[in-house]
C-alpha cells in the first residue's frame, strides 16, 4: 500500500536559517503529494501541493518539487520565521480507483520550532 | 478559517460509552472525510462519504461508524469506547472526486476516554 516517510524530528532552528524536511513516498501510479501545517491548537492546513512528475508547489515562501526518479518531495524554505513554528504533515493521494481512493495517507509529521 | 466546522471541541467521557462527533463541509463541498489523530497511530484516514455514500473506508474500528445526511453534513459515531480511542478528530471537506481537489481540514474534536 501507500505510505509517506518523513525526517525525523524535533527540528529547531534559529530565525532566517534555512529549511529542509524530507519526505519521501512510495505508491502505485502517479499520486498527487501535498504538505499541510498545523499550528498549535488547530487543524491541519494545506501549504502546497503538486500533482505530477517535476511539477513544484510554492506558498509563503515554502517550496516542494515532485521528483518521481527518487519518490521524494522535499519542502524547502529560505530563510525560516518564528511564526513557522509548528507540526508539518507530508501526505499523499493515490489515484482513481479502488477502495480506498479519497485518503490521504500522512508521513508521522515533523516538529518545527524556530528561535528568534 | 477553513470553512469546515466541527463540534464539540472537546469531549470527555467514560469507558463503554458512545458519543457523537459532528461535521458540517464547506459550502457546496459534497464530500467529507474522517481521520484521526492519536500519538501512536498519527493521522489516519477513517471513512469517505460523497453526497450522501459512502465512497471509501480505511482503518475504521466495527464500533465506528459515519453518515452523511441530505444536507451534506457529517456524524462520526463512536461506541463501546475505550482508552485507546483518545484522540483528536479530524474531518474534511473537497468539492468533489479528483485526486487533484484539496482537503480542507475542520479543527477537530478532542476526544478523551476514561
Known amino acids: 500500500g501507500n505510505s509517506v516517510t518523513q525526517m525525523e524530528g524535533p527540528v529547531t532552528l534559529s530565525e532566517e536559517a534555512f529549511l529542509t524536511i524530507n519526505c519521501t513516498y512510495t505508491?502505485?501510479?502517479?499520486?498527487?503529494l501535498f504538505w499541510y501545517v498545523q499550528y498549535p491548537g488547530e487543524g491541519l492546513q494545506l501549504l502546497l501541493k503538486a500533482t505530477k512528475a517535476d511539477d513544484k508547489g510554492s506558498n509563503k515562501g515554502f517550496e516542494a518539487t515532485y521528483r518521481k526518479e527518487t519518490t521524494s518531495f522535499h519542502l524547502e524554505k529560505g530563510s525560516v520565521q518564528v511564526s513557522d513554528s509548528a507540526v508539518y504533515f507530508c501526505a499523499l493521494r493515490g489515484n482513481a480507483g479502488g477502495t480506498s481512493y479519497g485518503k490521504l495517507t500522512f508521513g508521522q509529521g515533523t516538529i518545527l520550532t524556530v528561535h528568534p | 478559517d477553513s470553512g469546515v466546522t466541527q463540534t464539540p471541541k472537546h469531549l470527555i467521557t467514560a469507558t463503554g460509552q458512545r458519543v457523537t462527533l459532528r461535521c458540517s463541509p464547506r459550502?457546496?463541498?459534497?464530500?467529507v472525510y474522517w481521520y484521526q489523530q492519536s500519538l501512536d497511530q498519527g493521522l489516519q484516514f477513517l471513512i469517505q462519504?460523497?453526497?450522501?455514500?459512502?465512497?471509501a473506508k480505511g482503518n475504521i474500528l466495527e464500533r465506528f461508524s459515519a453518515q452523511q445526511f441530505p444536507d451534506l453534513h457529517s456524524e462520526l459515531n463512536l461506541s463501546s469506547l475505550e482508552l485507546g480511542d483518545s484522540a483528536l478528530y479530524f474531518c474534511?471537506?473537497?468539492?468533489?472526486?479528483?485526486?487533484?481537489?484539496?482537503?480542507?481540514f475542520g479543527p477537530g474534536t478532542r476526544l478523551l476516554v476514561l
Open positions: 462519504y460523497y453526497n450522501g455514500e459512502e465512497r
Open positions: 505508491a502505485t501510479g502517479y499520486p498527487s
Open positions: 459550502s457546496g463541498d459534497l464530500s
Open positions: 474534511a471537506s473537497s468539492a468533489l472526486l479528483a485526486e487533484q481537489e484539496t482537503q480542507y
